[in-house]
């Protein structure tokens, strides 16, 4: 489906691109011939993560920014625009989160993730959306969100399941606003894919990762490949008429709460296929 050239002639910026599955997506995204920006505030990790991506033959430059600033946002963007040349696609991908009782949270704790996955979304959003507007080109912005951004939000994440839901509103919203002038908004919500990032602030112990796997039908966690290959499609022309989009990559994670999924932890589906079998013959 996919070749050196799907995505040639794209500069696409990454926010956090710097690790984990934003420097997935970028590897993918250079393999397809884009040109690569990326972003974050730990400037070691992008001068390592720009050796990694310049492997694959494109251009790629690093910007060491606080997404949660909107004028740093803006600098960067119009220097981005003055080294490309233009930029065509921004993945709002930084994010920050941590594991908290929702009673214990300061008002500090709740702004920081606010301010990083909210704000910082917008920031760059509302700078690229102006710049193409005002430019009149097309262009692409992917978001990515969670599972718990759509109908649930989650427990002991409640300034992460805020800022996501946000960004998934600023999703939908944009994408019928700014239709009109041919820019694409869409979101991805990933289950758990193993990211330093997540692991090390998500899962205090093997026990909580273990426990957690037994929620995904699928069996296993997901593979950065899997989720940059859907990152590649959404920004591509393969997908012109896809906007206002969120999809889900989760293993079948999200399906966990259908009112009798539970039965299958409490017996072997072999004995649960006896008892309906007996529920049956009772009849
Ligand atoms: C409670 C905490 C806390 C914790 C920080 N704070 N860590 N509160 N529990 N574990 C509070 C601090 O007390 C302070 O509030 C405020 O947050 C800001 O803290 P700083 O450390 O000064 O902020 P900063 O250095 O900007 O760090 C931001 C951060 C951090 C969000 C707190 O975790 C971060 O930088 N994260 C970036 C990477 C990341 O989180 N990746 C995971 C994304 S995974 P006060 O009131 O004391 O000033 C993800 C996917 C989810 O989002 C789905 C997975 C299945």
């Not at 990454?14 to 250079?30: C, D, N, R, W």
């Not at 990790?45 to 251009?59: M, N, P, R, S, V």
């Not at 951004?149 to 944009?174: H, W």
């Not at 990762?209 to 859907?230: D, F, S, T």
């Amino acid at each position: 489906m996919f070749n050196k050239d799907t995505l040639k002639n794209e500069v696409i910026l990454i926010t956090g691109g710097g690790s984990g599955l934003g420097l997935s997506m970028a590897k993918k995204f250079a393999e397809l011939g884009a040109d690569i920006a990326i972003c974050g505030r730990t400037e070691k990790k992008l001068i390592t993560a720009t050796e990694t991506l310049k492997e694959f033959g494109t251009e790629v430059r690093w910007y060491s920014v606080d997404v949660r600033e909107y004028d740093s946002t803006g600098n960067m963007i119009n220097q981005i625009i003055k080294d490309f040349g233009k930029l065509t696609g921004l993945v709002n991908n930084a994010a920050g989160n941590f594991l908290s009782a929702s009673e214990d949270l300061t008002p500090g704790g709740f702004k920081a993730v606010v301010d990083i996955v909210l704000h910082g979304s917008f920031n760059c959003t509302h700078h690229f959306g102006n710049y193409l507007i005002k430019k009149k080109e097309k262009g692409n912005i992917l978001n990515i969100v969670t599972t718990y951004a759509e109908d649930a939000g989650s427990a002991f994440v409640l300034p992460s399941a805020c800022s996501k839901a946000g960004v998934l509103a600023m999703t939908r919203s944009l994408a019928y606003e700014w239709g009109t002038y041919g820019i694409r908004l869409n979101a991805i919500a990933p289950g758990p894919f193993p990211t330093e990032g997540a692991w090390t602030r998500l899962f205090p112990t093997r026990k909580f990762e273990k426990k957690y796997l037994e929620k995904i039908p699928a069996g296993r966690y997901g593979e950065h490949e899997e989720l940059a290959n859907l990152a590649a499609f959404l920004l591509s022309d393969m997908a012109p008429y896809i906007t206002g989009e969120c999809v889900t990559i989760d293993g079948g994670e999200k399906l966990s709460g259908g009112q009798f999924n539970f039965i299958d932890s409490i017996m072997s589906r072999g004995k649960l296929k006896m008892a309906f079998k007996m529920l049956r013959m009772k009849k």
